[in-house]
């Protein structure tokens, strides 16, 4: 279990500093004991907390394409990487690591937005395609790994956890009482609402494409 959260400016600005990440980051130690990774480029702000299993000493991330103009954090795992890898291999696509995690960004070179179908695993994930200026959120087609995300008047904020946007300090924390009332009726909250009225979830096997 990994924890991923981030910010993305419209403007061009990231609307948080590197301690406000490292705070929304800490809000997700307990899903990431192993290794923490941060970045800030280009009005984007990428944070992740990580259990190491695959490729323990090589799979910090963020993690970039050859030229770092696509770059991707990642909690899950694709059960098919292997195989993916080394088609990708064979259309020219070079790996610097033995990670799942990697698999993701090539694929999205090579395949464009549809790259998902291709991945069979859990997984919640953002990939920033910097180039084109494009943000992909995208949930495994159960919904087995979390993703929550808030739009902001100039800015999209997303997180394993709720509690991690929260940190960020760009969120008005405000009850959504309609979801209250499904919660104490059902026991759950149904599609994408939560307690928090300018929190929403990714639904399984959702994909956000945002240019930014």
């Known amino acids: 279990m990994c924890g991923i959260t981030g910010v993305v400016g419209f403007n061009g600005c990231c ?8 705070a929304m980051c800490d809000t997700l130690v307990h899903r990431g004991p192993d290794d923490g990774g941060m970045d800030i480029r280009d009005g984007v702000a990428f944070g992740m907390r990580r259990l190491s299993i695959i490729d323990v000493k090589g799979g910090k991330q963020p993690v970039f394409n050859e030229d770092g103009t696509i770059w991707t954090v990642f909690n899950g795992e694709i059960y098919n990487f292997r195989e993916l890898r080394q ?13 799942d995690t990697e698999v993701i960004v090539h694929s999205y070179e090579e395949f464009g937005p549809e790259f998902p179908r291709y991945l069979n695993g859990m997984f919640a994930f953002a990939v920033h395609d910097s180039a084109r200026r494009k943000l992909f959120l995208v949930r495994d087609h159960v919904g087995i790994k979390p993703l929550y995300y808030s739009f902001g008047r100039d800015f999209i904020v997303w997180g394993s956890e709720i509690k991690a946007i929260l940190a960020s300090g760009l969120v008005e924390r405000k009850l959504d009482v309609d979801a209250l009332g499904e919660f104490l009726s059902w026991e759950y909250i149904p599609g994408s609402r939560t307690l928090f009225k300018a929190i929403k979830k990714l639904e399984p096997a959702q994909l956000i494409e945002i240019v930014s």
């Open 15 to 22: 609307p948080i500093s590197i301690a406000q990440l490292n």
């Open 87 to 99: 088609y990708l291999e064979k259309k020219g696509h070079s790996f610097k690591t033995n990670t």
